[in-house]
């Protein structure tokens, strides 16, 4: 527990005979923001529900601040903030009334942080939860969880239905949230482009196993992409070994590897592909995660 606040080993999890997570493991340490990315349907919120203990892993061991997640000990659970995907509340409880009654369940309620974020609103406490926007839900939700001044924040899917405003502030004020207070910070999400500049580290799943895993900033050092012309031969190539993905698009077909781009050209030729205007393509973050993980 003094080294990870998150340890999964080897999680595995079926519906219906249909495995949703495979041989899943990974460990969160203490401190910085982390993302579990993948496509819809990879099994980042089977994994969070693994996490908070409302499912129970078929296969496989999952710790959470020291404690198995399907045994999960109420003190344990005041030091875990969950936002989970749809931001559901009591929304017949105003603003206000949603401040009163969740400060009395976390002993390190921190008001100030609530109203911070609230205040932005510019809606009077009074306001219902029902009639306010589901950007605004968002805000309220977010503050408190925020408030809660947990030892580990989970947002499960935190961007779905809201727009590029609201997600910015969101991405935005957590930012600064976790400079402050230290928070450890795992998000979902299949929006990647909006967590380029935020998160510390990369998860990605598919298909329930862990694809890949490392610092953000290192996913675009080693991993490249290259165009040449079109033929036969390279419409044989498969995706294995060095090429990471092989896709073709008109005249030209566009190979992905994380190996360096004299030994990417030597393999080719050897299965007697011809290399006819070669060039490097530049990716973005999301070019390089669809790359990774697949567009279709």
Known sequence: MDTYLVECDGLCHAYTGKQVINDLTFRIPKGGIYGLLGKNGAGKTTTINILMGLLQPSSGQCRVLGDPS????????????????????????SIDELERFHRYFYPRWQPQVFRQLVDRLLVPGSRR??????????????????????????????????????????????????????????????????????????LIIDNGSLLYSTPRGRFFEGFQQWRFQ???????????????????????????????????????????????????????????????????
Not at 71 to 78: A, D, H, I, K
Request: aromatic share 8%; net charge negative; charged share 20%.
């Open 70 to 93: 399907h045994q999960l000990r109420p003190v344990t659970r005041q030091k875990i903030g969950l936002l989970h995907e749809g931001f559901t509340q009591y929304d017949f409880m």
């Open 129 to 202: 939860l029902s009639r306010l926007s589901f950007g605004q839900r968002s805000q309220v939700c977010l503050a408190l969880v925020m408030a809660q001044l947990p030892e580990l924040l989970i947002l499960d899917d935190y961007s779905m239905g809201l727009d590029a405003g609201y997600r910015r502030l969101l991405l935005d004020y957590l930012q600064a949230y976790v400079e402050e207070h230290g928070t450890t910070v795992l998000l979902t999400s299949h929006i990647v482009q909006d967590l380029e500049r935020l998160m510390d580290h990369m």
């Open 230 to 296: 079109r033929s036969a031969q390279a419409e044989q190539l498969t995706n294995e070994g060095v090429l990471t993905r092989i896709e073709h698009i008109g005249h030209y077909s566009l190979v992905c590897s994380f190996h360096d781009e004299a030994l990417v050209q030597q393999l080719l030729r050897q299965r007697g592909i011809p290399l006819e205007d070669w060039q490097a393509v530049p990716m973005s973050f999301e070019d390089a995660f669809l790359n990774l993980t697949g567009k279709y």
